[in-house]
């Protein structure tokens, strides 16, 4: 998530997907499960984030511009996976939906090629390259780990750079 202020990096804010574990019977490993009423309020406490004040004094909210990644599974990582991914996906797009907002597909390809012109495209990559847009927060970007991280700083880079206009500047 990148707010609406289109010239201040230090707006970036990142969350992990809210998932909850539910506890198997018969000593079974915990299976980890999407919220989706966790997925709507933290949507909703980043657009309260950006409310202002108007000239008159009244608090404005305005529909946050949303890019979401077009993505698909691994061929390699099963059914099982390929259901949950898929799952979670649809989540996303339902509570946009459902909430009203705005938002675009891009596939990785697009987007990496926007923000990635000129690099390699491979996941250390995108860890140096967070870290060069954003350096008031490089220490998120560290460890090889956080290359998921980085590759939601640079895609919310991208979608603040659609929203501005300003698509193709590296």
Do not use: C
């Amino acid at each position: 998530f990148l707010n609406h202020y289109p010239d201040l990096s230090s707006d970036l804010t990142i969350w992990d997907t809210p998932i909850f574990t539910l506890q198997s019977k018969g000593g079974k490993k915990p299976r980890r499960e999407y919220d989706p009423v966790e997925m709507r309020s933290m949507l909703l406490k980043a657009a309260h984030s950006l409310t202002a004040k108007t000239a008159g004094g009244e608090n404005v909210t305005p529909i946050p511009f949303v890019v979401i990644e077009r993505s698909q599974p691994l061929r390699k990582q099963g059914a099982r996976h390929a259901f949950n991914f898929g799952y979670g996906y649809g989540l996303w797009i339902a509570t946009l939906t459902g909430l009203g907002w705005p938002f675009e597909r891009v596939s990785a390809r697009t987007w990496k090629r926007a923000m990635m012109a000129g690099r390699k495209t491979e996941k250390d990559a995108s860890r140096f390259r967070a870290r060069e847009l954003f350096p008031e927060v490089a220490e998120f970007f560290r460890l090889k780990k956080d290359h998921n991280k980085a590759e939601a700083a640079l895609l919310a880079e991208y979608a603040r750079r659609i929203h501005a206009g300003k698509v193709g500047t590296t």
